[in-house]
């Protein structure tokens, strides 16, 4: 019940700290944009609370403003703070401009996309199925926050103005605007009384349809009615659109589904897809909705293959347990108990309000390896008792052995679970996502505490249908024969001194060498942003990359794409010359992702060297979305002037462009289209009698054309555009010569008016914190980040020299590295001492307490070395499982002493060590063998979100392998040297 209650998505449920603002002000220049919008907007947003950094970017018309909040922060009530601070200084802002305040969290991202295609019908008629039939039929879906239609062309009324005719009747265009405002309109005259009856009167003075727009009356001097027809040609045309939209090779229109924050995934796609089946039979024929993107196919496919793994390594461990035990009730016991276990974790996961996501799914995979060693323990030691009592029932036996058990089990079970306490202390992304799986795994270690203790014997007792047989004498001989070999290692204990020291050497020598990272990469969706040179046009552009996808559809690992230019998926100021990929690669292939995308990049680039591309994964290009930088290098200068931050960056990117490792440079300067400037002369303009504002609607009558009115049709408002037949072909020799209407109706050229120049576009300004800063970013191209920002260091404080007052900080994944290691380390730390602190409660020792730690703290050297042996960079995931590791060794080593501190009762500490060592042997064996079989298959990343927690695998498995010689070698060794002096207490 409460797994079928369980929300379901891809990450969890987390809202980033981070709001972002986006103002729009016409086509105003950048440096006046800046001014008048970007700085009173940021000064006014440094007074909200909890506050950590503002980063603007501020472009032609438009600047996007991040507003960078503290983790602890109320995201809600920060927005309405901020949306109040800008309300403030409304007034003092241009009038006109627009403002969208968003709060970012997975859901502001689409999780599903369609493509709407058709064969014949045009885009106005394709855009009005989407807006008028697809947008409202899903929008019913429980769960669904909003249908973004992206492409498409919008339907418009263009009246085209005859200026000949026009200035030959001494009609000017404000004239016929005049005359369509007055004539287009609904308005009330008021109401009326009549025979106890109240009419509300109205007139309607609307126009309905093409035909009733050409006969509007423009004149009627007495002697002749000028219709609007007569000077104008009034047509039905798309709309002039900045967007192109093409899927699979062609164009089409995208549907983007958005889901409320904490709505199920999986119900919310399993209910559109079956709108989506109704739709098809609804469309007009020829229609069609296909999908391109469903994310829960991949959350689907992570649950299906993390369970895979689950049953797998639960299969192969319960046969360790038969080899082992050669008992099949033990092993059917150890396989029921992990089922219940999960079972039991899931109900608590469900009551806690988490999700079923990659990190709690990951979480509970991990954790099997420890949920299998408490089961084996507790049979074991069950089956070992029965094994030395061959005569006595199990009813009796069965509180003997969990009485004698019961106080390691609370030691070793609190080892574990207190390592994870101190993560509660990490901040930023890696926190948020790591929170869920270590507080999951509190959850499942706790649960799996209460059912090896009470509900495991209750199992064993109800398949014990008859009685052990005594132990044979194989069993007694084996027992002999580890007490010879434990021995052998007590008297020559320097061998355990010398593979201590072997150990910290090793660490001393990979640690350095390890490769690092941040977040393990996972996904088989590729995202590539791309932009042409400022000021291609749309046209060009859209050749150009229709060239693209050429090669894009020769890739054999290709399944399907879909492209944006003008736009792209996420929340951005996007200029025509730029957009976006989204790439699907086929489940079954040979090549990786990354070869995969190698593969395209050098093709593109070898083809297109105009064309500017940035390859990334999608999922972790949308966490990158959310948090500071998409792209994992980003070096920051700083400084007070443009011309010289843009040498430096340029400088910076030609240095970071030829470090290896490193892919898709960009030197952080995005320049916008060049403009034509129209300078008025205002002698000549007082002299004609117009004003700089009518000479602007001029002049944008002549170049996009003017919105003079609407008609309502249907559910829609269709705008009615007037412009002239030459709008759309104008060159900027022509602009100088655009007739110009005087108020009379005369014509006159526009360079008699004002001046025009040509002026090249002014790059983006970027600013942090209110200081100026160019940006220079990177991906990663096989490689790890730490050893690349290394080298790039290097290569920037050797070639790239400062002014005073100019200074370099890293920033993107790499700044949130060093935090998230920063913080792991004490994380580390502070397990080892809560471990201690466990092992002093439990034993009240303070030598055996430091000796456990000193041997869980050298098991994290076995970790290195997975991690050196199989290229797996550091990264916050394998970072918890050296965290893990420490509390896994302390959890086993308190077991043995336990029996030695027992059997030191009645027999010599030499004695009492084999005899511990031989006891735990098998238990130990098998809880190793067991979780290390049980976590190899996420270890070799088998199935779709196994990278995830890939490198948490191999650094326990790591750990696993050394800790048994450390167990089983090393710890009686120094048990033999700290009680060597002891005798027996009979």
């Given amino acids: 019940m409460a797994l079928s209650r369980l929300q379901t998505s891809l990450f969890p449920e987390v809202t980033f700290p981070k709001i972002k603002i986006i103002a729009e002000n016409g086509l105003q220049p950048v440096n006046k944009m800046m001014v008048t919008v970007t700085k009173p907007i940021e000064i006014a947003i440094k007074k909200v609370p909890h506050l950590t950094a503002v980063r603007s970017v501020t472009s032609r018309g438009s600047c996007e403003i991040s507003a960078f909040l503290d983790w602890n922060a109320d995201v809600d009530l920060a927005q309405q703070q901020i949306q109040s601070r800008i309300d403030e200084i409304r007034s003092d802002l241009p009038p006109g401009f627009s403002l969208t305040i968003e709060k970012m969290n997975p859901s502001v991202l689409p999780v599903m996309g369609y493509t709407l295609q058709s064969n014949g019908r045009s885009d106005i008629e394709m855009n009005m199925i989407a807006n008028y039939t697809v947008k409202p039929f899903l929008s019913q879906v429980s769960g669904v926050s909003e249908i973004r239609n992206i492409g498409g062309r919008t339907k418009e009324y263009w009246v085209e103005l005859n200026a000949q005719k026009m200035s030959s009747l001494g009609l000017t265009p404000d004239q016929i605007a005049n005359v369509l405002n007055q004539s287009n309109f609904i308005l009330s005259n008021g109401y009326i009384n009549n025979y106890k009856r109240l009419y509300l009167s109205v007139t309607n003075a609307g126009i309905t349809n093409k035909s009733d727009l050409g006969n509007i009356v423009v004149r009627n001097d007495g002697k002749r009615v000028i219709l609007l027809s007569d000077l104008a040609n009034?047509?039905?045309?798309?709309?002039?659109?900045?967007i192109r939209v093409n899927a699979n090779g062609k164009s089409a229109l995208l549907i983007a589904v958005l889901k409320q924050p904490n709505a199920n995934l999986i119900q919310v796609s399993d209910e559109v897809e079956k709108k989506v089946k109704e739709l098809n039979n609804l469309l007009p024929k020829g229609v069609s909705l296909?999908?391109?993107?469903?994310?829960?196919?991949?959350?689907?496919?992570?649950?299906?293959?993390?369970?895979?793994?689950?049953?797998?390594?639960?299969?192969?461990?319960?046969?360790?347990?038969?080899?082992?035990?050669?008992?099949?009730?033990?092993?059917?016991?150890?396989?029921?108990?992990?089922?219940?276990?999960?079972?039991?974790?899931?109900?608590?996961?469900y009551a806690c309000g988490y999700t079923f996501n990659i990190m709690t799914l990951g979480a509970i995979a991990a954790a099997i390896g420890l949920i299998i060693d408490d089961a084996i323990v507790v049979v074991e030691q069950i089956h070992r008792t029965h094994e030395e009592n061959p005569g006595i029932e199990t009813k009796a036996l069965l509180p003997q052995s969990i009485r004698y058990l019961f106080p390691a089990m609370v030691g070793s079970s609190l080892s574990t679970i207190v390592i994870f306490i101190p993560f509660m202390l990490m901040s930023g992304v890696a926190g948020a996502y790591f929170h869920i799986l270590t507080n999951t795994m509190i959850i499942t270690l706790i649960s799996s505490f209460f059912v090896t203790w009470l509900i495991l014997p209750v199992l064993y007792l109800v398949f014990s249908w008859h009685k052990k047989k005594s132990i044979d004498g194989k069993e007694i001989h084996l027992v002999h024969k580890t007490y010879k070999w434990v021995s052998f290692f007590t008297r020559h204990w320097w061998i355990s001194i010398a593979f201590m020291i072997a150990l910290i050497v090793s660490s001393v020598i990979v640690?350095?060498?390890?490769?690092?990272?941040?977040?393990?990469?996972?996904?088989?969706?590729d995202h590539s942003r791309l932009s042409f040179p400022p000021g291609t046009s749309l046209d060009e552009t859209d050749r150009m990359l229709r060239e693209v996808e050429k090669i894009i559809l020769k890739v054999p690992e290709v399944e399907a794409y879909s492209r944006r230019t003008g736009t792209e998926m996420g929340f951005f100021i996007t200029e025509p010359n730029r957009g976006d990929y989204l790439i699907q690669l086929k489940k079954n292939r040979t090549r990786s992702t990354d070869e995969v995308i190698n593969d395209i990049r050098e093709k593109v680039e070898s083809t297109q060297p105009a064309l500017k591309v940035d390859f990334g994964q999608v999922i972790m290009d949308m966490l990158g979305d959310l948090m500071t930088s998409v792209q994992p290098i980003e070096v920051k200068v700083y400084g007070s002037d443009q011309t010289v931050l843009k040498q430096l960056a340029a400088q910076i990117a030609e240095v970071v462009e030829k470090v290896p490792g490193t892919a898709d440079v960009f030197n952080g300067i995005t320049i916008a289209g060049p403009?034509?400037?129209?300078?008025?002369?205002?002698?000549?303009?007082?002299?004609?009698?117009?004003?700089?504002?009518?000479?602007q609607s001029q002049l944008r009558t002549q170049l996009e054309g003017n919105i003079v009115g609407t008609i309502l049709e249907k559910e829609q408002q269709t705008s009615i555009r007037m412009l002239y037949p030459e709008s759309k072909t104008a060159s900027v020799e022509r602009v100088r010569q655009l007739p110009i209407f005087l108020p009379s109706g005369k014509l006159i050229p526009l360079?008699?008016?004002?001046?025009?120049?040509?002026?090249?576009?002014?790059?983006?300004?970027?600013?942090?914190?209110?200081?100026?800063?160019?940006?220079?970013k990177a991906r990663l191209n096989g490689r790890d980040l730490g050893s690349v920002i290394h080298d790039i260091?290097?290569?920037?404080?050797?070639?790239?020299?400062?002014?005073?007052?100019?200074?370099?900080e890293y920033g993107g994944t790499y700044a949130d590295q060093q935090q998230s290691f920063r913080e792991l380390l004490f994380i580390l730390i502070a397990a080892c001492l809560l471990v201690f602190a466990v092992i002093l409660f439990l034993f009240r020792k303070i030598r055996v307490a430091l000796l456990i730690l000193v041997i869980a703290m050298l098991g994290v050297s076995g970790s290195y070395l997975a991690l050196y042996l199989t290229h797996t960079p550091l990264n916050v995931g394998s970072y918890t499982g050296l965290v893990m590791i420490v509390g896994i060794i302390g959890e086993n080593a308190i077991f043995t002493y336990l029996q030695f501190s027992e059997s030191l009762k009645t027999i010599s500490a030499d004695e009492a060590i084999a005899y511990a060592i031989?006891?735990?042997?098998?238990?130990?064996?098998?809880?190793?063998?067991?979780?290390?079989?049980?976590?190899?298959?996420?270890?070799?990343?088998?199935?779709?979100?196994?990278?995830?927690?890939?490198?948490?695998?191999?650094?326990?498995?790591g750990g696993f392998i050394v800790a048994l010689p450390l167990l089983l070698i090393v710890l009686p060794s120094l048990l033999h040297v700290l009680f060597r002096n002891a005798k027996a207490e009979q």
């Fill in 675 to 695: 403009s034509l400037s129209v300078q008025p002369d205002y002698t000549k303009l007082a002299q004609y009698g117009i004003t700089p504002a009518n000479l």
């Fill in 793 to 808: 260091k290097d290569s920037v404080g050797m070639h790239v020299r400062l002014p005073s007052g100019y200074h370099i």
């Fill in 234 to 242: 009034v047509a039905v045309h798309e709309k002039t659109e900045y």
């Fill in 751 to 776: 360079n008699e008016l004002a001046y025009v120049s040509l002026r090249q576009g002014d790059a983006e300004i970027v600013r942090e914190n209110l200081e100026s800063m160019f940006a220079v």
């Fill in 511 to 525: 640690f350095p060498r390890l490769e690092t990272g941040f977040l393990p990469e996972m996904g088989r969706l």
């Fill in 290 to 349: 296909k999908p391109y993107y469903v994310q829960s196919d991949f959350v689907n496919d992570s649950i299906h293959s993390v369970t895979e793994s689950l049953l797998i390594g639960l299969l192969l461990a319960i046969i360790v347990a038969v080899i082992f035990l050669r008992s099949l009730k033990a092993s059917v016991v150890i396989l029921l108990t992990i089922p219940v276990t999960v079972a039991l974790s899931i109900l608590a996961i």
């Fill in 918 to 957: 031989s006891t735990r042997l098998r238990p130990k064996l098998m809880t190793a063998l067991g979780a290390i079989i049980a976590l190899l298959p996420l270890a070799l990343g088998i199935g779709t979100g196994a990278q995830m927690h890939q490198p948490l695998a191999i650094a326990v498995i």
